[in-house]
């Protein structure tokens, strides 16, 4: 399958300061990303869809000054989470939809974020 | 919400084939049904999708039912390495995943 890496893995930070969450598809080019969080023993909840070249949806509740994507290139999205808190600390995944037919989502291995 | 209803969670024999059922009365005729799976604290895998035929891939099998309304996963040698919560998603091809809160896989040695 297709390889979507994100970076970094885990990070901790400070409360009020912002944090960069960069994801990368590997082998394939994904036209649309999409982010999604997940507190322990939940289950994935969709943040956001994020288009090349165009600003990204959010889900209902989901504040967009908060969480900033920027999907720059067909490889590559970030998610900046602005002015974070303890209670945004949480396991961020990534995915990119691979087209050419397939239409598949694949999946990154999540960051775990902790705010302190 | 989610399309489809998931066991809560299931215990499978190590070596024994592991059959994951699936609802999705609801489902649309351009929806495709998905499965991934979650190890802990990994993102989600890919395993297989299919629209009406059965599927097959190197990890698994994918039986429709002719209605649409369910399907099953098929692990057909279970391994303690399978132990994750299985998801079974509907969705178009496009379209954003939503998941439910999937199947926990317990693999007994």
């Known amino acids: 399958g297709a390889v979507v890496s994100q970076h970094p893995s885990r990070v901790i930070c400070k409360s009020g300061t912002s944090v960069k969450i960069e994801c990368r598809s590997l082998d394939f080019q994904a036209t649309t990303m999409f982010w999604y969080r997940q507190f322990p023993k939940q289950s994935l909840m969709l943040m956001a869809t994020s288009n090349e070249g165009s600003k990204a949806t959010y889900e209902q509740g989901v504040e967009k000054d908060k969480f900033l994507i920027n999907h720059a290139s067909l490889t590559l999205s970030t998610l900046t989470v602005t002015s974070a808190h303890p209670e945004d600390s949480s396991f961020y995944i990534c995915?990119?939809?691979?087209?050419?037919?397939?239409?598949?989502?694949?999946f990154g291995p999540g960051t775990r974020l902790t705010v302190l | 919400d989610a399309k489809t209803t998931q066991p809560p969670s299931m215990d499978c024999a190590e070596g024994r084939a592991a059959n994951l059922p699936c609802n999705h009365s609801t489902i649309s005729g351009n929806e495709y049904v998905y499965w991934y799976r979650q190890i802990h604290s990994q993102g989600p895998q890919y395993i297989i999708h299919?629209?009406?035929n059965n599927e097959t891939n190197e990890m698994a099998s994918l039986i429709i039912t002719e209605d649409r309304k369910s399907s099953t996963l098929i692990l057909p040698h279970a391994t303690l390495r399978d132990t994750a919560v299985y998801y079974c998603i509907v969705s178009r091809r496009d379209d954003k995943i939503i998941f439910g809160k999937g199947t926990r896989l317990h693999i007994l040695p």
């Open positions: 299919g629209l009406k």
């Open positions: 995915s990119g939809l691979a087209g050419g037919g397939t239409d598949t989502q694949y």
